[in-house]
Nanobody, 119 residues
Framework: QVQLVESGGGLVQAGGSLRLSCAAS????????MGWFRRAPGKEREFVAAITWIVGSTNYADSVKGRFTISRDSAKKTMYLQMSSLKPEDTAIYYC????????????WGQGTQVTVSS
């Protein structure tokens, strides 16, 4: 069983930056892709960004394109989300997820890390 643990969340002023990490552990780590999602207060969970594990192809939600960058370090079994030019509307709990076989079908989820952007 793969466990995912997010870190790096916190409080930042609008226009600032944060870097989230998602470390995987346990079991045989073999995934097709990993992604970041977020849930803002009173809203549904939404897709933020994803990356294929071997090739490193990326995909972003329109709302974060040009501001967020997803990356991974295969040797460390860790995924990152560099967030810049943060806006108050980026405030949410950020979750990482891993897809074992199919890109877009996530089998493992982390517990989330809070990101709060003050205006």
């Amino acid at each position: 069983q793969v466990q995912l643990v997010e870190s790096g969340g916190g409080l930042v002023q609008a226009g600032g930056s944060l870097r989230l990490s998602c470390a995987a552990s346990g079991g045989t780590f073999s995934v097709t892709a990993m992604g970041w999602f977020r849930r803002a207060p009173g809203k549904e969970r939404e897709f933020v960004a994803a990356i294929t594990w071997i090739v490193g192809s990326t995909n972003y939600a329109d709302s974060v394109k040009g501001r967020f960058t997803i990356s991974r370090d295969s040797a460390k079994k860790t995924m990152y989300l560099q967030m810049s030019s943060l806006k108050p509307e980026d405030t949410a709990i950020y979750y990482c997820a891993a897809a074992k076989f199919r890109v877009g079908t996530y089998d493992y989820w982390g517990q989330g890390t809070q990101v709060t952007v003050s205006s």
